[in-house]
């Protein structure tokens, strides 16, 4: 072989060396370490393409705790022609069911007028279930309040069932069931993928916190102040919702959501430890999901 055939040769084999070295380091960079979780369940996707980049007993039905208003939420915005101004009395009947189960509450004061947007806002962010009564009472069909409540609650069941979600169920409008209330970390990542198409919805869980001015049974004013239950929304670039859950059986659930670059990543935890895990759990997913 003369000295230009292996020059020739020598080149092809540098060549194919540092391309391989190219190749290498690119399969190496789309596919990060998955993580270990704390949470039993866990489902994570490319919201854009609907792809699932994370699975951990994904389909495996659990207890959602307040999760749940996720729904509730997507199923008063989907009303025909939702007046979002329209006014709420708020009833003892929500103040009573909040102090008979020790469930979080936005404050609700009964006599005051709120708007269904309100309502909204106050179901999101500080996780009240008074609210969340309001909105089933409201928007469920019936004479009676209990009626009107078991027609919303259909009205949810309909929902999971018009997405094709067949580990689904809701028997309460916030969580707070009687034992067949649950969903699966991917049922619920695509509730809320739904949801997120609309506007409202998007621009209530990226909410840290609101002051909202609401009628008193006197026709004054007073103003209610909501931080939101989320943290992702303070420590993790991109966040932009959505809701947190908790319970005796649901443990500490997260559902979330964050956009970078124009992707946007959304996907659920059920069952983790503590808050504190749950938080934790997520950002480990949303940055694997960014790096897939």
């Known amino acids: 072989m003369n000295r230009a055939a292996v020059a020739a040769t ?103 007028k709120v708007t269904v947007r309100q309502l909204l806002y106050g179901l999101m962010l500080p996780s009240g279930c008074d609210a969340a009564y309001a909105l089933a009472d409201k928007f469920g069909s019936g004479s009676t309040r209990a009626a009107r409540v078991k027609s919303f609650i259909g009205k949810m069941n309909a929902s999971a069932k018009s997405l094709g979600l067949k580990n689904t169920h809701f028997d309460s409008f916030d969580g707070i069931g009687s034992g067949s209330n649950y969903s699966t970390p991917r049922d619920l990542t695509k509730i809320t993928s739904s949801a997120m198409k609309n506007s409202t919805f998007r621009a209530i869980v990226k909410t840290k916190s609101t002051k909202q001015k609401v009628t008193t049974k006197s026709g004054g004013y007073r103003y209610m102040s909501w931080s939101n239950t989320n943290p992702l929304l303070s420590s993790y670039s991109g966040a932009i919702g959505v809701k947190t859950g908790s319970g005796p059986t649901a443990k500490y659930c997260l559902v979330f959501a964050a956009t970078r670059n124009g992707k946007t990543v959304i996907g659920t935890v059920l069952t983790s430890t503590s808050a504190t895990t749950r938080t934790a759990d997520a950002k480990k997913l949303l940055d694997y999901g960014f790096k897939k």
């Not at 490319?46 to 039905?61: F, I, M, S, V």
């Not at 008063?76 to 069911?97: C, F, G, I, M, P």
């Open 10 to 112: 020598v080149s092809l084999t540098a060549g194919a060396v540092l391309t391989g070295g190219a190749f290498a380091s690119t399969a190496h960079a789309a596919a990060p370490p998955t993580p270990t979780i704390t949470a039993k369940g866990g489902f994570v996707m490319n919201d854009g393409t609907g792809k699932a980049l994370y699975t951990k007993t994904a389909d495996t039905r659990r207890s959602t705790g307040s999760t749940t208003k996720i729904m509730t939420a997507k199923v008063v915005l989907a009303q025909k022609n939702l007046n979002l101004d329209s006014k709420v009395t708020v009833q003892k009947a929500y103040s009573d069911y909040i102090v008979k189960n020790t469930a979080s509450s936005a404050r609700l004061i009964v006599g005051d």
